[in-house]
């Protein structure tokens, strides 16, 4: 009997494979586009809604059965190719696929398996990038090309040209999971990459801000399997990994364009009406309603389509987009792009939303406005005049930036030189804990700072070592390291350099020491010095901070905590300066030698310090013989 009940059931198989697999597997596999693709159970948001786009979805009536899901409602819109679901998905859930099925005339015309899934141990308490990290930001096309086969992929709009500086290069994530130990070696902690997400441009998209799919990674760029590669190594080795979001447009090339669910999915002008970029109409007073509206309303670019958060549907697809990445990528931070070009009530329920499921998450946005109150008032520590909170936990210090870029170029003055930096910093106050700031010296949409400073090494490191001892998280930009130079003006492609030894045909190879040259193996290790220092010295990861008046052009700030006291000194004069530390008394008192890590110098005594012409001291205070 079990013979033949095999062979019947094998039998069964047959025909199943040969008459009813067409039809059935056809019914079941079809390719319904839902969004998000798939969600986990436990979340404190019990609350999921599911975009369902197909043809003519929105005449169908939807039934689902599953233990622990409840369908709430289901939404047709202006477009029927699309239809919305609320679920709620209780702790009871259990893991797997339930199916959900569309009728139509009562019969069933779709069905679709919809997945659950368990959560990683401790998803919800993972540890976002904190000041004591250092961030090194690259452009995935630009850092190594580790695959040269997806360099080109059939049906993707645009293939590789490396002559082109506004092309792709190809460059891509298995090109960084390539170099992971580069990064160790330097002493950075976390990754920011621009961008991963399809851009499937016809042109100029290798930066990554033109999203053409929010749940997909570029197959360019080696697609998601290869991602959640690059995130398990890199935690591996004790790497953050940052993913860089933008919500404020799409590229015009998603299906989304021909296709809208909604007509105010996105935000229509009669003509193409470009943004006016200035944040600063929305805090400012005396600011017309017509500027704040072209600056929010308003296009990036004819190329980027301007979404609109108002609508709720948008702002539950973008807010459960980020919380999937979070989650599925194992995520430590986001880098949320022209941040406040998004409405603001909508961009502080995301944040609400975020750190209701990951309270130690953090996310640094992009405001990039050029005076501190201006930033200040996007920073969740900040008590604004109009009582808004943004609950962002960290944002971008454009103004200090600007400082840096004049400091060491500039003769110093009464705001000019190092005053520019002690003047910047002494604005603090604007802010709540100003280790929540993000410093840098430049990143993919300005010079490089190694241009700015006229490709001078001496003021490069005076930089370089301001970024890495001043209070707040330090950012660098692929190349810092290396003096890399790289223009604005001759068109973006020329900052997003490629990184010399990252393709299989370059002739130098910048990641080994012997492939670099003197003036960069000098940068190089001076950043490598002080970022390893930093990764062992809580007194400049978090520690309080005083400055002294610059005087002289001789600039001094003290990094401390109970334990430890780190003196900074930058001389920023084309001589040698030595200084009388006698004014200084309230942070040496106590100590009276230290070591000087830059130099490895030893001071036996601290009445008098000489600096270098244009260069730094980082002395570490001992205490009292
Ligand atoms: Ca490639």
Known sequence: MKKIGSILSA???LVFLLLGSSAFAQKKTEQINIEPPFWWIGMQNTELQLMVHEKN????????????????????????????????VSESAKAGFFEISFLKSGKVIHTVNYELKVRKQGSALRQGFTSADAIYLLMPDRFANGDPANDNIPGMLENADRKNPDGRHGGDLEGIIQHLDYFNELGVTALWLNPVLENNMPANSYHGYAITDFYQVDPRLGGNEKYLELVEKAHKKDLKIIMDMVFNHYGTAHKWTNDLPMSDWVNQWPEFTRSNYRGGTLTDPYA???????????????????????????????????????????????????YPYSFKEFMQEWMQRIRTEYPDFSVVGEVWL????????WHDQKHNFDGFNSH??????????????????????WSSGVNALYESLSMDFV??????????????????????????????????????????????YYGNE?????????????????????????????????????????????FRTLLHYRKNTPALQNGRMTHYIPEDGVYVYFRYNEDQTI???????????????????????????????LHRTWFEQLDEISIPAMDSRVIELKQNK
């Open 11 to 13: 039998l069964a198989l």
């Open 57 to 88: 979805i929105g005449e169908t009536r939807v039934q689902l059965k599953a233990e622990g899901v409840k369908l709430e409602r289901v939404s047709a819109v202006e477009n029927p190719n699309y239809l919305f679901l609320d679920l709620s």
């Open 288 to 338: 017309a309603a017509a500027d704040q509206d072209k600056m929010l309303r308003g296009w990036f670019d004819v190329t980027m389509a301007d979404l609109n958060q108002r609508n709720p549907f948008v702002a539950n697809y973008l807010i459960q987009n980020s919380i999937w990445w979070i989650e599925y990528a194992d995520l430590n931070g986001i880098r949320m792009d022209t």
């Open 370 to 377: 050029n005076s501190g109150p201006m930033v200040a008032y």
């Open 392 to 413: 962002l936990n960290y944002v971008m210090d454009f103004p200090l930036k600007s400082a840096i870029s004049r400091a060491f170029n500039e003769a110093n003055g």
């Open 431 to 476: 802010y709540g804990d100003p280790n929540t700031i993000m410093n840098f010296l430049d990143n993919h949409d300005m010079d490089r700072i190694a241009t700015t400073l006229g490709e001078d090494i001496k003021k490069q490191k005076m930089a370089a070592t301001f970024l890495l001892t001043v209070r707040g998280v330090p950012q660098l």
């Open 482 to 526: 290396l003096g890399t130079p790289g223009v604005e003006h001759k068109g973006h492609g020329q900052m997003r350099n490629d990184f010399a030894g990252g393709w299989p045909s370059d002739s130098k190879n910048a990641f080994t020491a012997e492939g670099r040259t003197a003036d960069e193996n000098e940068l190089w290790s001076h």
């Open 567 to 597: 003196m900074i000194i930058l001389n920023n004069n084309s001589e040698e300066k030595t200084i009388k530390t006698a004014r200084f008394a309230e942070n040496l008192k106590g100590f009276d030698h230290g070591t000087d890590l």
